[in-house]
């Protein structure tokens, strides 16, 4: 089962425009993790925030944690068509183990 | 590019065959992991080997089976194939253990007819 959730499950938004994904958890966790998947292509880790972490930044992409709620944000800032793609959210417990949620399709129009 | 390789790219077969999917590490990597990623069920963690060692199993079927060989590359052997099986297999890496970034190859498409 899935352990992350992610909301919405696909997005459509202008370019120049601002992009905010959601993902929601059940259990605890060590830390949780962003990705982004092109069409039909391998995985590529995004920003990883730790569970005694609030917010973190990379470049466009800023990460929000909250631990209470079990949820997590992924903004995109200023999007471009080539953000386009799938973004999954990954949690990882006190083991090794990933669990990734379904995805969500985000598609930048130009 | 992730450093991450798998062969081949893509598979096609039928029902009840086995198959064989390979996956190279990035250079000095420990861990392997092996993904199915379907429509249905989304992206499914399979397997973990480190240095040689099982260390963690997922939804991984009895027809399924790994291995990590001494050169640290891996092998996902899929037997008795049936049309559910039809997915992407993706294989990851790892410097260490329990790591926090794991690395994506391209993945592997397999087709059962």
């Known amino acids: 089962s899935q352990q992350g959730e992610e909301d919405p499950q696909a997005l459509s938004i202008q370019e120049g425009e601002n992009a905010t994904m959601n993902c929601s958890y059940k259990t605890s966790i060590n830390n949780l993790q962003w990705y982004r998947q092109n069409s039909g292509r391998g995985l590529v880790h995004l920003i990883l925030?730790?569970?005694?972490?609030r917010e973190k930044h990379s470049g466009r992409l800023r990460v929000t944690l909250d631990t209470s709620k079990k949820s997590s944000s992924l903004l995109i800032t200023a999007s471009r068509a080539a953000d386009t793609a799938s973004y999954f959210c990954a949690t990882r417990g006190a083991n090794s183990k990933l669990t990734f949620g379904k995805g969500i399709t985000l598609s930048v129009r130009p | 590019d992730s450093g991450v390789t798998q062969t081949p790219k893509h598979l096609i077969t039928a029902t009840g065959q086995r198959v064989t999917l390979r996956c190279s590490p990035r250079?000095?990597?420990?861990?392997v992991y092996w993904y199915q990623q379907s429509l249905d069920q989304g992206l499914q963690f399979l397997i973990q080997y480190y240095n040689g060692e099982e260390r963690a199993k997922g939804n991984i079927l009895e027809r399924f089976s790994a291995q990590q060989f001494p050169d640290l590359h891996s092998e996902l052997n899929l037997s008795s194939l049936e049309l559910g099986d039809s997915a992407l297999y993706f294989c990851a890496s790892s410097a260490g253990l329990a790591p926090d970034t794991q690395y994506f190859g391209p993945g592997t498409r397999l087709t059962v007819l």
């Open positions: 925030i730790r569970s005694n972490e």
């Open positions: 250079s000095g990597d420990l861990s």
